[in-house]
């Protein structure tokens, strides 16, 4: 019985407590509005910054995640390091996880169709290209293993060059020149969209045979492997990392004391598992080279890292407005401390009617949270709104809900930081000072 | 037992940097009960001592005992409970808080005894009926006279049933009806609930209200008169 009329007590008293401190806010309207003002406008920033940051990166990951993140790159830097056109077939033999490979060939040259000229990009591939990349046909088909090996003349359009050329009829079936051959056009790539898959959509792809005979040699510089997954192609990237640093080791022009490692290893088929007796080259024969002859990449670990990048720069866009928001909780100080020598003698009042300290702190501290909180409540509604507007000028935006607790957190804790020396400088005024005060 | 008790009790402080010794060992003790006025021209001390007495300042030196306890031990929260209980205050300038109406002033105390609802709305208003005020209950500071706000102020100093109340020039600010108003008020209270009430003033003819008349000078007691008139 005792215990409950303690805690009933306890609750008329911080009742009421509440009831002043939104008598406070509510005793200058203006002034708490204009306090709220500030808040708002720094919970607004993060959540606005940190929404286009934020939405600025997911533009990029999907940009990225058009090109395929199943998809390993593997590139000669190098033209001593190219590889043979075998070389696609020869690895998806030898590393388990890989599916298909195609050689790659990228040229520029020039194109005449009808009566128009210019340059155009041309990607040379085989019949599996489409499935690699993703890539589908809106008019026509794709060329046929048949035509990569009899180096026929035949040439698929990306989206954007056919409707260039075409002007919305299909060219299929029509008659192109490259480098003064004539080519058939076969087909036409569904619209990737621009800058989007190695802006495939503003390009020729033609049989890598034929681009070779463009190119006049035998080498590709590029192969393209697809594996089932992603996660497959981060094993994969690994597994054809190691083949390739042994590879190098022993490339023509670098002399390497066992060569009879070396040719058994490309030969035998399963020669990934089998990893121990084969003795690794020594580091101190592995040439220094600046930069790698051939590099490869999968897409994951690219967009991993530009992720991290646009990440960071949310975060600190998020901490620039931050600092919008710490000039919102020092305008919550200032207007307490003015609040605090207004009603410093209903303060001593309320001390001789029989307020403790903790009672004064508590209104006052509990003043600063009710501002903060509309605050960030106004704010939050702002950011999003804002947001909005942005995106209807044509930008990615998102809210993100990281934004949105750092906001709060930031601004409720500023709240009450910086209510804390306002409602300690209102409860310790001598009951006796504050009276003599009008 | 006297209700309150101050031996040797002085208060020096800071006016800018001049050293004021507003009380020079004043002892003094009060019965339960009693109506005490205090006189004394201004600067003799006569403030500084009703402050202390109501625990709102604590003294240099010297001690303190109110109903047994003394003052010089307790914290603050104690201090507050002891304010709250035991001392009503009445002041010159009425100091009722200004976003609350009558009724919600004489409830303030009640608030911090944690009496709840309805019981602390019927207290406050019998409060108010009974210095008159029935049919202002509602009304906000801007829209009472000032004895009508003092009469608010000393039904907010009773409502709790406290032992003491403290008047600090009491009608210092009001005419001389309200004043008249005022005292019958105070007299009826420590006739009818037995109240102890200690008021400061510098009017003769309040001061004679009481049955007893402490004149200060210079922070001491100069000498002590009881009032024949009642």
Redesign the interface.
Known sequence: MFKQ??I???L??FC?TAK?AA?GI??NVLRSALTVLGVAIGVASVVGLMGIGEGARLNVMEQFESLGTNVIAIKAHDENYEFQPDKAGELVQRVESLEMATPVVSTDTTMRWRRTTGEVYVLGVNHQFPEIRDHELIAGDFFTQLHVEQRSAVAVLGYSLAINLAGGRSPVGQIISLNGQSYRILGVLEEKGAGNANDIDNKVVIPYTTAQRIEEKRTVEEIWAKTASSKDAELATVQLGRIFQREIGSAPNVPLPSDGNETVEVEGPDMVMVEKPVPEPDKADIPTISRDPITVTNLNQLVDEIDQANRIMTLLLGGIATVALLVGGLGIMNIMLVAVSERT??I????????????LMTQFLLEALYVSLIGVICGIVLGIWGLNIFENYGFQTAVSFDAIKIAVVVALGSGLLFGVYPAISASSV???EA?RR? | MALLELNDIHKNYLNGNVKVNALKGVSLSIEDGSFVSIMGPSGSGKSTLL?IL?C??TPSRGSYRINDQNVEKLN??AL??L???FIG?V?Q?F?L????NALENVE??L??????GKARKEKAQAALEAVGLGDRLYHRQSQLSGGEQQRVAIA?AFVKNPKLILADEPTGALDSKASENIMSIFKNLNEEKKITIIQVTHEKSIAECGKIIYHLLDGEINYIEEVQAH
């Open positions: 009329s303690l009933k007590a306890f008329v008293r009421f002043m008598n509510l005793s003698s209903e001593g009042v309320r001390r001789a009617l029989g307020a403790r300290q903790t009672d001598p009951p006796v009276l009008q | 402050n109501g709102l300042d603050d929260a507050s409970d304010r709250n209980k205050f002041f300038q100091h808080i200004s976003g609350l303030l105390p608030i911090y005894q944690g009496v709840t907010r």
